[in-house]
């Protein structure tokens, strides 16, 4: 069965230029969840869409960054004048159903550099 | 700003040896996950841990949340080289719906 899939895998922008990313969850999933993930750390949460809902954009760190997910299913993460700290890996995961302890299921991530 | 600590950072083993990874927190969790992300890929479920004190075992691998939900720890028996790779803890504070807060990691590597 199709898993989580992000596109690009892999993008390099130069600063100032706008990036947009993109996320397959699996089908009929409700949750979909975006993280940044810098090297060497571990994932930090971004944004939460409850079907077409954005319901969580807390960890968004600046206006910058903008998600939506128009028809409750594929989502895009947009970075507008990207910035060098934006370089990390961006990743996205679906779950069945919102609430504590679903499992969350992670695509391969999107690796951005910025230069 | 990360909530979880997880030590050690780095763990460098032979086959067959026995570790112990530790998530600290000051913050409760209504539930707490561990997960391993090899290179290139997502973080992939280990197990998911709920109750205060709960210890669940997954062949090897031995799962342990806190009484207090604050801490957990891992413990792997005999380990192998495809044990090698990056391990999460993450937890999900009560009323965040099911946002997860990741621990700093901790990279293992296991070698012949």
């Known amino acids: 069965g199709a898993g989580v899939s992000q596109s690009p895998r892999y993008k390099v922008a130069k600063r100032g230029q706008d990036v947009a990313l993109r996320c397959d969850p699996i089908?009929?999933?409700?949750?979909l969840f975006w993280y940044q993930q810098a090297l060497g750390q571990g994932p930090e949460f971004l944004t939460y869409?409850?079907?077409?809902?954005?319901?969580?954009k807390s960890g968004l760190p600046s206006d910058r960054f903008f998600a939506e997910r128009p028809e409750g299913s594929v989502s895009t993460l947009k970075i507008q004048r990207t910035q060098q700290e934006d370089s990390a890996v961006y990743l996205c995961?679906?779950?069945?159903?919102?609430?504590?302890?679903?499992?969350?299921?992670f695509g391969p991530g999107t690796r951005l550099l910025v230069l | 700003t990360q909530l979880l600590e997880q030590s050690p950072q780095f763990l460098s083993i032979q086959e067959g040896e026995n570790l112990t990874v530790y998530c600290n927190s000051s913050?409760?969790?209504?539930?707490l996950q561990w997960y391993r992300q090899e290179p290139g890929e997502g973080p992939v479920l280990l197990v998911t841990?709920?109750?205060?004190?709960e210890v669940k075992k997954l062949k090897r691998l031995t799962f342990q949340f806190g009484d207090a939900r604050k801490d957990s720890s891992l413990h792997i028996t005999a380990a192998q080289p495809g044990d090698t790779g990056l391990y999460l803890c993450?937890?999900?504070?009560?009323?965040?719906?099911?946002?997860?807060?990741f621990g700093t990691g901790t990279r293992l590597q296991v070698t012949l």
């Open positions: 995961a679906s779950s069945l159903f919102p609430g504590v302890g679903e499992t969350q299921y």
């Open positions: 089908s009929g999933h409700v949750s």
């Open positions: 993450a937890g999900a504070e009560t009323g965040t719906a099911s946002k997860l807060t």
């Open positions: 913050s409760v969790f209504s539930s």
């Open positions: 869409f409850q079907n077409e809902a954005q319901l969580d």
């Open positions: 841990v709920v109750t205060g004190g």
